[in-house]
């Protein structure tokens, strides 16, 4: 990844929080998009936020917003991050579902029902 958007990609993912910011996401989702087709790179942007939600210094609270983020980058940019982000998804999801609240867990089940129709 360039360094400027490796800077960008991190002090955009401090602002996301735990609120899931539709512009924010859409914003990451679009620097994504310049990995899309780059293996290498499209695992080293998904690797930064991999490592955020499953990292025990990341507020559970901020760690829905992540897996919409996540949920953004496969269905917009898709190229590369299908098969990165799928040789993991299970065991980080199992990790982030398991670390939320009950509240978070009903709408992460909902993304999960929406996947799972598609």
Known sequence: ???DDL???TSQLSELGSHPDKALINAITMLAEDYADDSLGANEFYDIIRT???SASTSDIFKLPLVYLVDSILNN???EF???VG???TSVFFSVYSKIDDNSKKKFA?????WKKN
């Open 110 to 114: 909902r993304l999960l029902s929406i």
């Open 7 to 9: 800077t960008a990609l």
């Open 52 to 54: 955020r939600m499953v």
């Open 87 to 89: 040789e993991t998804i």
């Open 82 to 84: 299908i098969s990165v």
């Open 77 to 79: 940019a898709k190229g």
């Open 1 to 3: 990844m360039e360094d």
